[in-house]
């Protein structure tokens, strides 16, 4: 397998520029204070590549997940054999599904800032970096998957691929792992049965909206919840609202002049209170 050291080092460069970029920024102000327009914007975009350099930690810890689990792997039993292809494709299944979450998102950010009036070079670089960063994270996932496929003949009648796909998982496993959302407006919710209207007394006490006691989730987008970490939306910040409840700090919101986007930090948090998600755009 390849060095965990050669690829901590290929990651401290992006890591070194993104946190030089990050200190600086931070550095502007102390105190809380509407921001300019050009500073939000700054911020929208570090917020975004700071998701980036955290699901690169995520896959590195993945990749040695997998180096550990395939070493010496012709000393175990069939028993545990079979529980090491589970963990072990679950563990690519899960650098895939992140890879591509960061790809998506260093596509996103090159999009919005060549867009914005606040356009700023320096910024231009840190994304090239983390983009240079994120290309070789794949040319080693890919290295990694071939030297998968060359483990013993036991382990490989254990898995049709190594890729996204796992056959192991069973149907109970699938339902843990699904989610919905669905998002609209506040007419559009309501005419799906999702949202109900509330009478003149509610708005008096600050209720905006309800949900209804029960509604059609085959109305929802489905999504796995260990491969959906981000939710994109083409409207800006101020013209999105949950309404569902998730836990504080589990996940960010963040926009950006035309468009906008859900960061979920912690999906095991921001699940647990809701598997579904309801977002009004007003």
């Known amino acids: 397998m390849d060095s965990v050291a050669l690829r901590d080092s290929r990651l401290r460069v992006a890591g070194i520029v993104f946190l030089a970029f990050l200190l600086v920024l931070t550095s502007c102000t102390q105190e809380k204070q509407k921001q300019d327009p050009r500073k939000e914007h700054l911020e929208t975009m570090m917020a975004i590549l700071a998701q980036v350099q955290k699901n690169l930690g995520r896959i590195q810890q993945k990749e040695a997940v997998v180096e550990r689990l395939s070493s010496g792997i012709e000393g175990h039993d069939s028993t545990n054999v079979k529980q090491i292809g589970r963990d072990i494709t679950n563990s690519i299944r899960f650098i895939d599904s992140t890879l591509a979450s960061s790809k998506n998102l260093i596509k996103k950010l090159e999009e919005e800032n060549k867009a ?5 070079e320096s910024l231009d670089r840190l994304v090239s970096e983390m983009k240079v960063a994120v290309g070789t994270k794949d040319t080693e996932v890919q290295a990694l998957k071939g030297q998968l496929k060359n483990l013993n003949k036991q382990i490989s009648t254990l898995m049709t691929t190594v890729d996204v796909l796992d056959k192991f998982i069973q149907d109970q496993e699938v339902q843990l792992y699904t989610a919905y959302y ?19 007394l509610e708005k008096f006490f600050g209720s905006e909206y309800r949900l209804a006691s029960d509604f059609n989730v085959n109305l929802f987008k489905k999504l796995d919840i260990t491969e959906t970490r981000d939710l994109f939306f083409d409207k800006p910040l101020s013209n999105l609202k949950i309404i569902t409840p998730h836990s504080v700090g589990s996940y960010e919101l963040v926009g950006g002049k035309t468009s906008s986007v859900l960061l ?5 948090a921001f699940w647990q209170k809701s598997r579904c998600l309801v977002i009004v755009i007003e």
């Open 182 to 200: 669905i998002s609209g407006t506040f007419n559009e919710l309501v005419s799906k049965g999702v949202l109900v209207r509330i009478n003149p």
């Open 264 to 268: 979920i930090r912690n999906e095991n």
């Open 116 to 120: 914005s009036s606040y356009r700023a």
